[in-house]
């Protein structure tokens, strides 16, 4: 069974950057495209960013448009999401997420039931 591995969380102040790092491990399984999900206590989860495999279109969430960037790495199987001029709104639970294809409705890039893999997830506290 393939997994993913979310790396590089902490606590930053306001205004800060961290980068996320998720690596596909295990049994190896084709990519499609990979992305990241957010979700805060009490709140829903959140559609952040993505990146198809094949091209490498990124989706990006409003919110994080201009401040967050996401990458891959084909060789590796990994996935970073390099997030500056962080906010406090940001503080979150991210989850690294990964897709082997699309749906009969296409690629969603931010629809999480369209997602095949999920990690455990990596805090991101931002302080103000």
């Known amino acids: 069974q393939g997994q993913l591995v979310e790396s590089g969380g902490g606590l930053v102040q306001a205004g800060g950057s961290l980068r996320l790092s998720c690596v596909a491990s295990?049994?190896?399984?084709?990519?499609?495209?990979m992305g990241w999900f957010r979700q805060a206590p009490g709140k829903e989860r959140e559609f952040v960013a993505a990146?198809?495999?094949?091209?490498?279109?990124?989706y990006y969430a409003d919110s994080v448009k201009g401040r967050f960037t996401i990458s891959r790495d084909d060789a590796k199987n990994a996935v970073f999401l390099q997030m500056s001029s962080l906010k406090p709104e940001d503080t979150s639970v991210y989850h690294c997420?990964?897709?082997?294809?699309?749906?009969?409705?296409?690629?969603?890039?931010?629809?999480?039931?369209?997602?095949?893999?999920w990690g455990q997830g990596t805090q991101v506290t931002v302080s103000s």
């Open positions: 997420v990964a897709s082997t294809g699309t749906t009969s409705w296409g690629y969603r890039p931010g629809v999480g039931a369209d997602y095949d893999y």
């Open positions: 295990g049994r190896t399984f084709r990519i499609y495209s």
């Open positions: 990146i198809r495999w094949n091209g490498g279109s990124t």
